[in-house]
């Protein structure tokens, strides 16, 4: 009996009105100049789905996939399409591979290509109320592949010492930072080091001055209010874990939030073994984009598949 696989069931002019769905919604509007005075131009000629068109003012041609992520590539949209939403229900590369019948380098390449176009897109700037916390993960040099792991959690007092050349890139313990809003969206980081002068850019571009800070003792926090935040810090070194500070019974200053987050990421990253530390940033991002916009399954792969075809993203490459 012959196999059914999902990839012969999936059809390329859905996948392909699918795109237009996204991308145009009702009016296709000229990717070179924005005018909406655009002809149709027949079909692709290798892609009998993929629609071409003409604008009536700059008199370029485009079609569907122009100046996207899924445009110029060898395999059909389906496939494409299929491995986007592969990667949204978290499977690993090798899985994938079996699942699409293709080989672990071409598929490899398609993963990282969406994985990339989606690290394109940043969460809004983080304000009200927002803990900040590091998680130390273990990973390869770039050539050496290792199984990326969560780093044997060390005693929060030690790093109150400040015990040097933990966590480091060197060390293959690349430390993640995270910033998460309260009820809001979170930001991650892969770190070179944990260290005040690397946190500093990344905590003033990505949380608003005058912000609320929450984090714990540890002494790369120490200069917050000097860089224009308000800064509250729970002992986790005295085993306090949260603080109601202003007496109404809400335990307010902790950092349960950004620690719920990371018992979420950990998981994550678990079916993808041999994740090289040059590769950690994409990961992080596919995630920090899964959770951003609290959708899993066939709601997921609308929003990825829609910020594929912006093409904003393009511009900023
Ligand atoms: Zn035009």
Known sequence: ????????????????????????????????????????????????????????????????????????????????????????????????????????????????????????????????????????????????????????????????????????????????????????EVRIWMLENVQQDTIKPIILSAIAPGTLIFTDEYNIYNRLEEWGFKHKTVNHSQGEYARDEDGDGFCEVHSNTMEGFWSLLRPWLRPHRGISQDKLPLYLSFFEFVHNVRKRGKALLSSLLSTLVKKSLQSHI
Request: net charge positive.
């Open 1 to 184: 009996m012959e196999i059914i696989t999902i990839k012969k069931l999936v059809s390329e002019a859905q996948c392909y009105e699918a795109i237009r769905t996204l991308r145009w919604q009702e009016n296709v509007s000229c990717v070179h100049c924005d005018s909406l005075e655009v002809i149709k131009r027949g079909y692709h000629s290798n892609q009998a789905f993929r629609q071409r068109y003409e604008c009536k003012a700059c008199q370029k041609r485009f079609d569907d996939l122009t100046e996207t992520y899924l445009e110029g590539h060898h395999q059909p949209l389906s496939v494409w399409i299929l491995c986007l939403y592969f990667m949204g229900l978290n499977l690993s590369n090798a899985q994938i591979a079996r699942e699409l019948d293709l080989n672990k380098d071409d598929l490899q390449f398609m993963t990282e290509h969406l994985r990339t176009g989606i690290d394109k897109k940043k969460p809004e700037i983080l304000s009200g109320e927002v803990e900040c916390d590091e998680l130390y993960l273990v990973a390869g040099h770039k050539g050496q592949p290792e199984k990326v792991r969560e780093a044997n959690r060390e005693p929060r007092c030690r790093r109150l010492k400040g015990a040097r050349g933990r966590g480091t890139l060197a060390a293959e313990k690349p430390p993640v930072f995270g910033m998460i809003q309260r009820t809001g």
